[in-house]
């Protein structure tokens, strides 16, 4: 079975600009959460989708969206990129909101 | 919201050397999970916990879960180089993965040969 791919693995972007971070979830899970993690910080949750419906957000603002695809897989658009945003995005996939996430290597944004 | 402490944030020990960090919550937490992040990956289980009291060994590493349901420990063994990583723990506060999985900071491990 094949893990949790995350593209693309490392960016570069400009403060202000509009970024979209893509996942492939495990095969077989339906659950999608992703995280950000900032250097030397534990991840933290910004959201999960669930057979395409947001299930739970964690503490960002609007300019954080997802979306789920009917093949599960997912995507996390950030708008109007600030400094602090550059961190690694992880995200993790499960079976019908299971409590083990595999996760994914991430994708290193950084905002210059 | 919540929040784990994790202590120590980071070690160094001699190869060998058995290692114990441990996390706690002032909320109750029904699962409890042990993760290791490598430099450039994401995290990967280690140990899965569900129910207070419970202690799980997967090779070298055992871990509990507290009996107040608001701490955790994990013990490593005999430590070896490829131990070195980051260590984080996190949990869930239901028994369904409908809350969010919730990480502590991390216990940085450095193994000295």
């Known amino acids: 079975e094949t893990g949790v791919t995350q593209s693309p693995t490392h960016l570069i972007k400009t403060r202000g600009q509009q970024v979209t971070l893509r996942c492939s979830s495990q095969?077989?899970?339906?659950?999608v959460s992703w995280y950000q993690q900032a250097l030397g910080q534990g991840p933290q949750f910004i959201f999960q989708?669930?057979?395409?419906?947001?299930?739970g957000r964690g503490n960002f603002p609007p300019r954080f969206s997802g979306l789920q695809f009917p093949n599960y897989s997912s995507e996390l658009n950030v708008n109007a990129l600030e400094l602090d945003d550059s961190a690694l995005y992880l995200c993790?996939?499960?079976?019908?909101?299971?409590?083990?996430?595999?996760f994914g290597s991430g994708t290193r944004l950084t905002v210059v | 919201g919540q929040q784990l402490n994790q202590s120590p944030q980071s070690m160094f020990i001699q190869e060998g050397e058995d290692v114990s960090m441990n996390c706690t919550s002032s909320?109750?937490?029904?699962?409890w999970l042990w993760y290791k992040q490598d430099p450039g990956e994401g995290p990967v289980l280690l140990i899965a916990l569900y129910k207070a009291g419970e202690l799980t060994s997967n090779g070298r590493l055992t871990a509990q879960f507290g009996i107040t349901r608001k701490d955790s420990f994990l013990n490593i063994s005999a430590s070896i180089p490829s131990d070195v990583g980051i260590y984080f723990c996190?949990?869930?506060?239901?028994?369904?993965?409908?809350?969010?999985?919730?990480f502590g900071k991390g216990t940085r491990l450095s193994v000295i040969a």
């Open positions: 989708y669930y057979r395409e419906e947001e299930n």
């Open positions: 095969s077989g899970h339906n659950t």
């Open positions: 909320s109750i937490f029904n699962t």
């Open positions: 993790a996939s499960s079976l019908d909101r299971d409590r083990i996430y595999t």
């Open positions: 996190a949990g869930h506060t239901e028994f369904s993965g409908n809350t969010p999985l919730v």
